[in-house]
Structure formats: C-alpha cells, structure tokens
C-alpha cells in the first residue's frame, strides 16, 4: 500500500511545483529560487520516508487479528475500514506544511507579492487535495483483500468509507475541478501586460485532463469491479445455482450489496 500511496503523492508534488514554477514565471527566472530547491531537496525525502513509516507502523496496529489469527472485534473492524481514508486525511496534512513553508519562501523573495504567495499557497494545496483523492482510491483497492477478512460475518450498516456519491462527487472535483481552478489562480496578480504563457496554460490543461482520467478510472474501476462480480453471481443464480459465494471486500453500499 506505502508504494501506492506514495506514487499517488509523488505525482502530486511534480504537478504542483512546475505549475507553481510557470505560473510565476514572469518573476524572475523560471519561478524557482534556490532557496526552494534546498528546502524542497530536504522536506520531500523526509516527510516521504517518515509518512511511510507512519502508514506502515498504522497498519500493523490496525491489523494486529490478522497477524493473531482470529476475527476481529467490531472496534478493530471498523478501525481497519477507516484506513484508507484516514490515509488520505493524514497524507494531506505534509501538504499544508510545504504550502506554508514554499509560500513563506515566496513572500519573502518577492517582498510584497501578496498574490504570487496565495498563488503558490493555493497551487500546493489544490495539489494535496489530488494526491491525496488518489492515495484513497489507491489505498482501497490494494486493501479489498484485507476488507474481505474483516467483513465476514458482518457488515457494519456505517463503516467509516466513503459511499458511491461521494466518491464519484470527489472523483470529479479533485481529479479534473482543481485543475480548472488552478488555471484561474494563474491570472491572479498578474499584470494585465503579462498574461500567463500559452505553455503554463496548455501545461495546466493537459495536467488536468491527465490527473482527471487517472483519478476518474481509479474511482470508476472501484466501483465497477464488486458490480461485476455481483453481476456474475446473479448470472449464475438465474442459471439455478444456489451455491453462489461472493467475498464482501467493499465497506460501503456495495458491500450491502455483497453481503445481500
């Protein structure tokens, strides 16, 4: 799961910073000061290693039955549902530290630059927001076979997992909505002579289809793949076999739907 989670915030810090660096490419330069690359050269290694040590110390303790081999209690249970979302949630909160750190950095370098520093700010935060929609995504997936074990023998009318409206509402504005807004805060502050590039703004645009289809797909395939297997063993039941066994792997309405 670390693997996947930090895939997903990896690919979030490149897409942040360089529309960072081209939105503000009129300052100075490329956008970048040295100062940030250092900073950013010590901050991203170690908040990537400490938040893969926290997921994976998370999980152990989470699935602590698993190792014992018993069934676990419904606290442990619901413990053990919530991890993906809880992965998201303290994932995201590195990203509020580096928009406040690189923001700061940014008002420093430009003295007044108000609007430069929101910019930055925001860009970094819209970032997050992505990354960490994917983490989730990621995170239940890689987890089904985890969410399998827990289930059985019951399933928890409230598990802590985010439904279908949820997830495709927040699939659709992260993956393809912050992207959009990004583009506006390119304008922000700018002089009216120094419009954003065409290259930040196609970068933005392709960024935002690619980041959207990604995390859409993502979304789509957790939501299409315990359908499909419902739809099979409907199929099969149609045909007169009664001895239809469907493993509950989904803490949500799907996985009503399973244990149905």
């Given at each position: 799961m670390n693997s996947r989670v930090g895939l997903a915030h990896f690919g979030g810090v490149v897409v942040a910073l360089t529309s960072a660096a081209l939105t503000n490419a009129h300052l100075r330069g490329v956008g970048v000061e040295p100062t940030d690359v250092v900073v950013l050269a010590v901050y991203l290694?170690?908040?990537?290693?400490?938040?893969?040590?926290?997921?994976?110390?998370?999980?152990?303790?989470?699935?602590?039955?698993?190792?014992?081999?018993?069934?676990?209690?419904?606290l442990e249970q619901r413990s053990v549902l919530g991890l993906p979302l809880r992965e998201a949630i303290e994932g995201f909160m590195p990203w509020i530290v580096a928009a406040l750190i690189f923001g700061a950095l940014n008002l420093l370098a430009y003295g007044n630059g108000l609007?430069?520093?929101?910019?930055?700010?925001?860009?970094?935060?819209?970032?997050?927001?992505?990354?960490?929609?994917?983490?989730?995504?990621?995170?239940?997936?890689?987890?089904?076979?985890?969410?399998?074990?827990?289930?059985?023998?019951?399933?928890?009318?409230?598990?802590?997992?985010?439904?279908?409206?949820?997830?495709?509402?927040?699939?659709?504005?992260?993956?393809?909505?912050?992207?959009l807004v990004t583009i506006g805060l390119s304008y922000v502050g700018r002089p009216a002579a120094q419009p954003p590039t065409a290259t930040a703004i196609w970068f933005l645009a392709g960024s935002g289809l690619a980041a959207g289809f990604i995390v859409l797909y993502a979304a789509a395939r957790s939501l299409a793949d315990p359908l499909q297997q419902l739809h099979r063993a409907v199929h099969r039941m149609q045909l007169g076999d009664l001895d239809v066994h469907v493993?509950?792997?989904?803490?949500?309405?799907?996985?009503?739907?399973?244990?149905?």
């Amino acid at each position: 799961m670390n693997s996947r989670v930090g895939l997903a915030h990896f690919g979030g810090v490149v897409v942040a910073l360089t529309s960072a660096a081209l939105t503000n490419a009129h300052l100075r330069g490329v956008g970048v000061e040295p100062t940030d690359v250092v900073v950013l050269a010590v901050y991203l290694p170690a908040t990537m290693i400490g938040c893969g040590l926290r997921g994976y110390r998370l999980y152990l303790g989470r699935t602590a039955w698993l190792n014992e081999g018993r069934s676990p209690s419904l606290l442990e249970q619901r413990s053990v549902l919530g991890l993906p979302l809880r992965e998201a949630i303290e994932g995201f909160m590195p990203w509020i530290v580096a928009a406040l750190i690189f923001g700061a950095l940014n008002l420093l370098a430009y003295g007044n630059g108000l609007a430069y520093t929101l910019r930055t700010f925001l860009s970094i935060v819209l970032g997050g927001l992505t990354a960490s929609a994917m983490a989730y995504l990621l995170a239940e997936r890689t987890l089904r076979p985890v969410f399998a074990l827990a289930l059985v023998g019951h399933v928890p009318q409230r598990a802590g997992s985010l439904g279908v409206r949820a997830k495709l509402l927040l699939s659709g504005m992260l993956g393809c909505g912050v992207f959009l807004v990004t583009i506006g805060l390119s304008y922000v502050g700018r002089p009216a002579a120094q419009p954003p590039t065409a290259t930040a703004i196609w970068f933005l645009a392709g960024s935002g289809l690619a980041a959207g289809f990604i995390v859409l797909y993502a979304a789509a395939r957790s939501l299409a793949d315990p359908l499909q297997q419902l739809h099979r063993a409907v199929h099969r039941m149609q045909l007169g076999d009664l001895d239809v066994h469907v493993d509950v792997d989904d803490a949500g309405e799907l996985g009503l739907l399973q244990a149905g």
